[in-house]
């Protein structure tokens, strides 16, 4: 289990007038060895000793252009920059030693809005797990906004038709239809979170879907969903729930659906039911009847015309 620790150094620009500008690090703390220092010979920028604090190496390490990492030795105040972003992560061991990595970008949309409340609605980059960067779309005004996006349908213009892998790896376009990918979700999701979802049907009149939860989780390799304490819901739901998927793995286009109730064209979570019900299939075939009840009445489908999924972390 990897612990994620922010530290953020503050600097006062030259020229302007009571403005600093956040300077943003990220320090991985893992169980384990030490292992080296996280830059070869080669690649060290300098070594400074004395250096009074971790903050102060961070600073030196900001005003070198070259430098985009740093060690500190707390034992001996030893400071050593490197011109090279962390290939793996860093570890703390028991003499002190603590690494830190330059961050280009934030974690996820929460921590856009945090340093910025006046953030807009849109596509963002940001750094997954603190390294692997990628374009996400942040909705900044729903119950407060933060929320990162992970799967959106509004017009049928994506095939949802998909395979296990490409599901796990996210397809479509980030600023239309797009479904974000699972081991993203999964890795935004290993911080505590909350879940929200919204569907609008075809039916004219009906009023939207809404469910929020205050826990989300995908588990493991088959991205098993973990969903828990429902906030709220709205909407002419009879009573159905996207907590009906709970403990259920992740099932796709052409996989062996023997413990699935899914097949064919579903693509979704799926629940062990000797009937096969199933609900709330929001990547199903754009315009085509998805079950929204488990009663046979003759108005337990619905046409899909617009749904979000979207994760904050809480």
């Not at 006046?118 to 390294?131: E, K, L, M, S």
Request: charged letters at 25%; proline letters at 2%.
């Amino acid at each position: 289990m990897v612990l994620l620790l922010f530290t953020c150094i503050f600097v006062i620009e030259l020229g302007m007038v009571s403005t600093s500008t956040a300077i943003n690090w990220v320090k991985l703390q893992a169980e384990g060895q030490f292992v080296e220092d996280i830059c070869p010979a080669e690649d060290v920028r300098f070594v400074k000793e004395s250096v009074a604090a971790a903050v102060t190496c961070g600073k030196i390490c900001n005003e070198d252009k070259e430098c985009k990492a740093v060690t500190y030795q707390m034992d001996d105040h030893k400071c050593t920059g490197c011109r090279e972003f962390l290939k793996s992560l860093p570890t703390v061991n028991s003499a002190g030693l603590l690494k830190f990595a330059k961050r280009e970008h934030l974690f996820d949309c929460k921590e856009i809005l945090e340093r910025d409340r006046f953030a807009d609605t849109g596509v963002y980059t940001i750094a997954v797990g603190g390294t692997e960067t990628l374009q996400v779309y942040c909705d900044m005004r729903t119950n407060g906004g933060g929320w990162t996006v992970f799967q959106h349908r509004l017009d049928g213009s994506v095939n949802f038709q998909r395979n296990f892998s490409q599901y796990e790896n996210g397809f479509g376009d980030i600023n239309g239809e797009f479904w974000l990918g699972l081991k993203y979700v999964q890795k935004l999701t290993e911080m505590p979170s909350e879940f929200k979802y919204e569907i609008t049907f075809s039916n004219d009149g009906e009023q939207p879907w809404n469910e929020r939860f205050s826990r989300f989780q995908l588990v493991g390799p088959r991205y098993v969903l973990s969903i828990d304490d429902r906030l709220y819901s709205s909407g002419n739901n009879y009573g159905e729930t996207f907590a009906t998927f709970n403990e259920s793995p992740f099932v796709a286009l052409a996989e062996d659906s023997s413990t699935s109730c899914l097949s064919g064209d579903h693509m979704w979570w799926s629940f062990t039911a000797q009937t096969c019900n199933y609900v709330l299939n929001l990547n199903i075939v754009y315009g085509t009847k998805t079950k929204i009840r488990w009663a046979p009445e003759s108005d337990s489908y619905r046409i899909l015309k617009a749904s979000t999924m979207m994760i904050r972390r809480i």
